[in-house]
């Protein structure tokens, strides 16, 4: 009776339950991330998007970090979104427990989350599509395609602005702007739904380096890009500048999930599905099939986010009864991903006179490993205070920080990626110009062509997204 009492009183006390594994509603959802919340209030914050859903439903994150709510100086940030298509439903449980883990490791003072907690800010969003997934739910969760959509029909995964036609159009004409394209963005195919516009808004806010969307409907890690060059529809493999580092991260995730990579087991019906168990369980997503207009190639357009998207099973829905397996399956996957947001370099660009860090520096890197060194078109910048993250493959590499004003400062770099340590620290103090006038002017257009235009994220992008009124196209369905 007294240990009832007690027992009553700690539960009470703490307002909390122990995690279960089973299909969360939108209402279930919020109250697990809030019982994390309240057991581990120090390292998480639960915070909502600019926009609802379609349905008024907000849209939640929750945020683990030794400082909750602020981006910290030389600290990467890493996001999971899942539930983008609502009748995909794994991801937003295995996203659930995960917060959950999260919080209960860090208390039981399990070192290594300890230790990645304190590197990295992890934002966890377990649903973009919760409107989708009541539909999905109330309908039986069988159907392949009910509930996908957004509630005003549109597919979330079609709907982010187009910036691979930009990239591949200044690739064909030589022009080097290959990064942070929103800005030369003039038109959009379809309008913007809100779901949409708030994760949008979250890219365009916080400096992410390295992120996933989890999916379901087969069982493969697949890497940008997703739109085909040419626009054939399937077969045709279309790398990014950084093909080496994607491939890197799909297996990051393949190899430490029970089974995706295991080259006996089989494929998920679909004919290109099959090759996936002999490819490692990665695939390029055009080489599967071309779409446009997806959120993993526009985080690697639109800002500094290095995205991949999980394909977690065959099956969309699958029953309540699999999802603690699925968990243990995913676990280790989950983790070694995460853990990926420090390979290659980081640190900071600044003024070499007054100390100062600069922000929107471009940070430019040439593999030189082998003998036939080339350049890697695709930049990242500096953010807030100067600090910037460079996601990079083992291998040596030129490395220079250009900024309007200063000249470039190139170094040599040998990266290794020991496992579970931070990026390998790089500075760069660069120097401003102090040239006469009229060598100057030719010097700083010089510079100028090398340079990213400062693009100044949110408040530019709030004004833009009201100002421009986008231009309806039908869907492509595919
Ligand atoms: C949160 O931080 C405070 C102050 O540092 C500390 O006293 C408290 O034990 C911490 N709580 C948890 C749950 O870690
Ligand atoms: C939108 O939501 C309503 C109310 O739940 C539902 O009846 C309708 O089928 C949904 N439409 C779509 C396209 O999801
Ligand atoms: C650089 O080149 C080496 C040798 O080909 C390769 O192993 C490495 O992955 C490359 N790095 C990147 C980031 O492409
Ligand atoms: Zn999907």
Excluded at 261 to 277: L, T, V
Excluded at 346 to 360: A, E, F, L, W
Excluded at 382 to 401: E, I
């Amino acid at each position: 009776m007294v240990f009832c009492v007690l027992f009553l009183l700690t539960l009470l006390s703490t307002g909390s339950l122990q995690f279960q594994f089973k299909h969360h509603n939108n209402e279930e959802l919020l109250e697990v991330l809030q019982d994390v919340n309240s057991k581990c209030p120090n390292i998480s914050r639960i915070y909502t998007l600019s926009e609802n859903s379609v349905l008024g439903i907000p849209l939640y994150v929750i945020e683990f970090s030794t400082k909750p709510g602020h981006h910290e100086v030389l600290k990467p940030e890493f996001k999971y979104i899942a539930n983008m298509h609502g009748n995909e439903v794994l991801g937003r449980e295995l996203i659930l427990k995960l917060a959950d883990y999260l919080c209960e490791q860090y208390t039981k003072g399990d070192p290594k989350i300890r230790y990645l907690i304190q590197l990295t800010r992890i934002h966890l969003m377990p649903s973009m599509n919760p409107d989708g997934w009541q539909l999905a739910t109330d309908t039986g969760g069988t159907d392949f395609l009910i509930g996908r959509t957004n509630n005003n029909s549109i597919d979330l995964n079609r709907n982010f602005p187009n910036l691979d036609r930009i990239v591949f159009t200044n690739e064909d004409e030589h022009i080097d702007h290959n990064n942070h394209l929103l800005e030369q963005l003039t038109q959009l195919s379809e309008p913007l739904q809100p779901e949409t516009k708030a994760v949008i808004r979250l890219i365009m806010q916080v400096p992410f380096v390295l992120s996933a969307n989890l999916h379901g409907g087969d069982l493969v890690a697949n890497y940008p890009y997703d739109d085909s060059k040419s626009g054939r529809q399937r077969g045709e493999y279309t790398a990014t500048p950084d093909d080496e580092t994607f491939r890197h991260l799909a297996l990051s995730y393949s190899t430490r999930h029970a089974d995706m990579a295991k080259p006996n087991r089989h494929g998920c019906g679909d004919i290109e599905s099959s090759a996936f168990p002999k490819q490692g369980g990665i695939t390029n997503g055009a080489k599967w099939y071309s779409l446009q207009g997806g959120m993993q190639d526009f985080n690697y357009l639109s800002s500094n986010d290095f995205e991949i998207t999980m394909e977690l099973g065959c099956d969309k829905y699958p029953p309540s009864s699999e999802l603690e397996n699925e968990w243990k399956r995913n676990k280790d996957a989950l983790l070694n991903y995460m853990w990926q947001t420090h390979i290659g370099i980081k640190g900071v660009v600044y003024d070499s006179q007054t100390k100062r860090g600069i922000p929107n520096a471009v940070i430019h890197v040439k593999n030189v490993t082998n003998e036939e060194s080339y350049d890697i078109n695709h930049d990242i910048t500096s953010v807030h205070d100067g600090d910037y993250y460079r996601l990079l493959t083992p291998g040596k590499y030129k490395v220079t920080a250009y900024r309007d004003g200063y000249l470039p400062h190139t170094k040599l770099v040998t990266v290794t990626n020991k496992p579970h340590t931070p990026a390998q620290r790089i500075d760069f103090p660069i120097k401003p110009i102090t040239i006469p006038p009229y060598i100057r002017i030719q010097t700083d257009n010089y510079i100028n062509n090398k340079l990213e235009d400062e693009f100044d994220n949110n408040q530019q992008w709030s004004n833009w997204a009201e100002e421009n009124e986008p231009v309806p196209e039908p869907i492509a369905v595919q």
